[in-house]
């Protein structure tokens, strides 16, 4: 089974405006970290939000913002005020307690800013 | 500046010929990965180093081998054994502590010649 689900392959939103993009995941580890990342077409990976399993609140850092839902196993990134810079592909990935230096990658989702 | 540096940026493979992709980082972290990302794919994991001098498989290990002699170094042999090589290759690395991200070089993008 698929450890991490990205269900929107590609997405579209209105500069300024906030988009959701989607994730899922599964595990059965009680203890676990989820990770998104930011790959621009140059191809780097850029670490962007952090939600630990236990974490009471939702996490945020500047313009992200991350919907958990731990009875949903779903932890989707908002990203408020769109900006033309946010055009990226946007990877969610997993780590679990029973390998700690492990992480599952999603497939991605294609973000796309109009002006 | 701390950080990862891969090179080369880009690599071309003859046919039978190994490859060596170089992955060096100045950031002290013990563990350090090696991905594999496909055109309009996520990243697959080939190998991971936890410490030096020890290394484990990924889920694509197969035609590839790494080393860790050192903890800053963490280079990626593509061997012939490799049949299709064309991708874009990632290495990361990441401090211990259960909410730290891996930190990522700017890739190697490996072609057939």
């Known amino acids: 089974a698929q450890k991490i689900t990205q269900t929107q392959p590609g997405m579209f939103v209105q500069e300024k405006e906030a988009v959701t993009l989607d994730c899922t995941y599964d595990?059965?580890?009680?203890?676990?970290?989820l990770f998104w990342y930011k790959q621009p077409s140059s191809g780097e990976m850029i670490f962007l939000i952090y939600?630990?399993?236990?974490?009471?609140q939702n996490a945020t850092e500047g313009r992200y913002s991350l919907n958990f839902q731990k009875a949903r196993k779903s932890a989707n990134l908002v990203i408020s005020a769109s900006q033309l810079g946010d055009s990226a592909m946007y990877f969610c990935?997993?780590?679990?307690?029973?390998?700690?230096?492990?992480?599952?990658f999603g497939s991605g989702t294609k973000l796309n800013v109009k002006p | 500046d701390g950080g990862i540096t891969q090179s080369p940026k880009y690599l071309f493979r003859k046919e039978g010929q190994n490859v060596t992709l170089s992955c060096e980082q100045n950031?002290?972290?013990?563990?350090m990965y090696w991905y594999r990302q496909d055109p309009g794919q996520g990243l697959r994991l080939i190998y991971y180093?936890?410490?030096?001098?020890?290394?484990q498989k990924g889920d694509i290990a197969e035609g590839y081998s790494v080393s860790r002699e050192k903890k800053e170094s963490f280079p990626l042999t593509v061997t012939s054994a490799q049949k299709n090589p064309t991708a874009f290759y990632l290495c990361?690395?990441?401090?211990?502590?259960?909410?730290?991200?891996?930190?990522f070089g700017d890739g190697t993008r490996l072609s057939i010649l």
């Open positions: 990361a690395s990441r401090d211990s502590g259960a909410n730290q991200p891996q930190h």
């Open positions: 595990t059965s580890d009680p203890s676990y970290g």
């Open positions: 939600q630990g399993s236990y974490d009471q």
């Open positions: 990935a997993m780590r679990e307690v029973e390998n700690f230096n492990k992480f599952y």
């Open positions: 950031l002290n972290h013990d563990a």
């Open positions: 180093s936890q410490i030096v001098n020890d290394f």
